[in-house]
Structure formats: C-alpha cells, structure tokens
C-alpha cells in the first residue's frame, strides 16, 4: 500500500490512500491531520501525535491507539469499537456518537469524561490516578 502525504502548510497534513488498514504509523505525527471518514481498521497508532486531528466518522475499529495523544480530537460517530486505548490521552476529545463497544480504555486519560451516546454495551474502564 503506498501512502502520500501532502503538506498544504506548516500545520495541516492530509494523507492519501485507497485504504489505510493495518497502516503501521507507530509514533506518527499527525496533529491537525484530516483523516474524516478514513479507514484505520486495525492501524497501529501507537504513540501517534493526533492532537487536533479529524478523525469524524473513521473506522478505528480494532485499531492499536496505546498511548496515542488524541488531546481535541474530533472523534464524531467514530468507529472504535474493539479499540485498544490504553494510556491513550483522550484530553478534550469529542467522542458524541462514537461506537465503543468492545474498547479497552483502561488507564486512559480522560479528565471529566462524559460518556457519549454511542454504543457502550462492552466497554472498559478503569480510573487513572494522578
């Protein structure tokens, strides 16, 4: 799979490709990017940097975000289900109508999280003290 990426200025990046499933973009700095409606189904986003990214109505499912920096990201109707989370920073994410279900958040950094209206029947929490 080839992957493009296309800086329009110092902090906008969009990336182009048929397909990202099972990308492998470990420790990827992709703040701001615009990844609306991309498919992340099982990516590796460990350690990613996607502070302000656009990530409305992607498929994440099943996808590896441990200790990935989602502080602000746009997270609407995402699908997360089966999602590992773990340590991920979700700081300020929106996650309004995001599909949970089956996701591991344990440990993740969640300050003053309100559970959104997606699905939630699977989930896991554990609280992270500071």
Not at 52 to 71: H, T, V
């Amino acid at each position: 799979m080839e992957i493009r990426i296309k800086r329009k200025g110092r902090d906008d990046l969009v990336l182009e490709a048929p397909s990202l499933r099972k990308a492998i973009l470990r420790e990827t700095d992709l703040r701001k990017a615009n990844l609306r409606e991309a498919d992340l189904h099982e990516a590796d986003l460990s350690w990613a940097d996607l502070r302000k990214a656009n990530l409305r109505e992607a498929d994440l499912s099943g996808a590896n975000l441990r200790w990935a920096d989602l502080e602000g990201a746009d997270l609407r109707g995402a699908d997360l289900s089966g999602a590992y989370l773990r340590w991920a920073d979700l700081h300020g994410a929106d996650l309004e109508g995001a599909d949970l279900e089956g996701a591991d958040l344990r440990e993740a950094k969640m300050p003053h999280f309100q559970l959104p209206e997606g699905v939630l029947t699977t989930i896991t929490l554990v609280p992270v003290l500071d």
